[in-house]
């Protein structure tokens, strides 16, 4: 693809988030051949986009590393994308019209002390967090009837929308994350459920794939500011007037109202 139209495509994706409306995927017709390499290039020219209507990045995200995740929306292999700080949700609560078609996923969430980068294992990663979050994840993927290849939600910074992090801090040592259940409560009716270990085995794994994606730009996985690890379960459609509950094994319960 020429720079042109990474640029292109680029405007094409971010228009469809600004305005909440969805778009035709690019894969669709115009770009079917869409490389990761390429995505990547594109969401990196929406984040710009974002920042030049004067959004700020909070943290990176990992995203598809579950295999509920994988079944859910047909794509099997990790990705990280952005947050931005507009998009953390204040007071727990959703307004679904900032949306188009939200979702919400359970999430476990890694706080670093230490800079990491590169060919990072579980222990070096567990050794260097600070500590852990229960979290929520709002998605809200651009792509009509969020229908997308791998490439499409790359390019469409991982569908990355809204975020709600738990206030209470767990000492990673005092957490078997493999083990470590969220259930998925939707209006009282438990809908999804799923452990630390359907994200890659182990979610400190998710943080070393982020390590070695940031590495290949010449960045360390930052300190201070929580890092999601990716849906534990598959994500659940949210409409004005639910009443979200996920709790944990072990790590606070996230309570979501959703308005209009
Ligand atoms: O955490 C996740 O797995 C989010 C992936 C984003 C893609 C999507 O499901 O829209
Ligand atoms: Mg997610």
Redesign the pocket.
């Known amino acids: 693809m020429k720079q042109s139209e990474i640029l292109e495509a680029a405007q094409y994706v971010y228009h469809g988030e600004k305005y909440k409306h969805e778009i035709v995927k690019l894969t669709d017709d115009k770009w079917p051949n869409l490389t990761v390499e390429e995505a990547y290039q594109i969401q990196k020219e929406v984040l710009k986009l974002r920042e030049a209507d004067g959004h700020t990045i909070y943290a990176p ?6 295999k509920a ?1 994988w079944e ?2 047909g794509v099997d292999s990790p ?1 990280v ?1 952005y947050v931005f700080k507009d998009m953390l949700e204040e007071n727990f609560t959703v307004k679904v019209s900032d949306y188009i078609h939200p ?1 919400i ?1 359970p ?1 476990i969430s890694f706080v670093m002390k230490n800079e990491i980068s590169g060919d990072v294992t579980i222990e070096e990663v567990l050794e260097n967090t600070d500590y852990i979050l229960s979290s929520a ?1 709002v ?1 809200d ?1 651009r792509y009509l009837n ?1 229908d ?1 290849t791998l490439t499409d ?1 790359i390019a469409d910074n ?2 990355a929308s809204g975020a709600v992090f738990g206030v209470e801090k767990y000492p990673v040592e005092q957490l078997d994350l493999v083990t470590e259940k969220a259930v998925f409560k939707l209006n009282g009716d438990v809908v999804v459920e799923g452990t630390g270990e359907a994200v890659l085995g182990h979610p400190a794994l998710a943080i070393a794939e982020l390590a070695k994606h940031l590495a290949k730009e010449g960045k360390t996985v930052p300190t201070g500011v929580p890092i ?1 690890t ?2 534990m379960t598959s ?1 659940v459609l949210i409409k004005p007037g639910d009443e979200v509950e996920i709790s944990y094994t072990n790590l606070e319960t996230i309570k979501i109202k959703v308005e209009k």
């Open positions: 995200k990992m995203g598809l590393t579950s995740k859910q929306m990705i994308g979702r996923e999430e994840e998605i993927s969020f997308f939600v991982t569908s999601m990716g849906g994500a």
